[in-house]
């Protein structure tokens, strides 16, 4: 148990930051609300007990009858570890709920994905955690990496199943910057399977968040965003918000759309309701083909410093692995996430086409 001088959501950052607080345990914040630690950087959070809930006896939040509340939500970050900016959005939230600032309204699971990344200021340690969500840690040699995406995923599981046997509206808001610049510094990839396709609602919930480009993505991913939206049919979607920067040298101004968003959507509002009744048109792409890097012989044709959704014209040789090559075939396609440099078996390029 924490202490009760201390406020587990208050110091949930600080927590990670310090290595404090890594085993499991619940309680109630002096705000109320009641939460449940599954691991380090993992609360689950349940609105502050009110009539017809269970009485302030300690249980942690799963314990709790939630009355009235519309989602299961997950808000994610630090999936990577230098990627500071939605961290930061993360733990301002937590600290205005502490302080009763805000009201939380939604029973959410608030998840630092990578701890360790995050305290050695690195994108990853042994291997990309965004490249092991769907299973695909079970192809990989046992490492901290692959544990603590099978960690993510039971946590996940037990999350999604509720409290009270009602199926409510699961949502996951997986947060990122971008080690590039972009033409479009702030947008969405969201995934769809056949079996649980992106609504034109929750891509114009998106739009009240202030990005500007969203992208839509049939194809099946390893990614944590992909995993809740396949296994479990959640509103999910990957929010790149902008360049790496690292802790206190991001400009939190720039995430004012997000945040408020946030915010709308926990303490019970409609996420994609702007207070100032403003609506934006993200530009719409759709994903055309991903480059994948097959060998040590692989050679993107692009330079370094290319910015996400720079566009090749038809017939721009792209890619090279021995004697295969990725030629752009529709008339333009615009690149995302170029980096060559990832292992063999991974993406090296997204190819987007507009809507």
Known sequence: ???VSRSALRDWLSDVLDARDTSPGAGVD???VRWQRHAHGVLELAPAARAGANGDDGGGASDVILRGHRFDAILSCGIHGDETAPIEIVDGILRDIADARLTLRERVLVVLGNPEAVRAGKRYLEYDLNRLFQGAHAKRAESPAVQRARELEVIVAQFFAGVDGVRRVRRHVDMHTAIRASLYPRFAVVPSTPQHAASDAWVATLAATGIEAVVLTDQPSATFSYYTCARFGAESCTLELGKVAPFGQNQLADFAGIDAALRRWLSGGEMGERDDARTTGPRRFRVAAEIVRRTDA??????????NFTPYPAGTVLARDGENTYTVSH?????VFPNPNVANGLRAGVMVVPE
């Open 1 to 3: 148990m924490t202490p």
């Open 331 to 335: 008339p333009e396609e615009c690149i």
């Open 298 to 307: 692989f050679v993107l044709d692009v330079p370094a410093d290319t910015p």
């Open 30 to 32: 002096p705000c109320g």
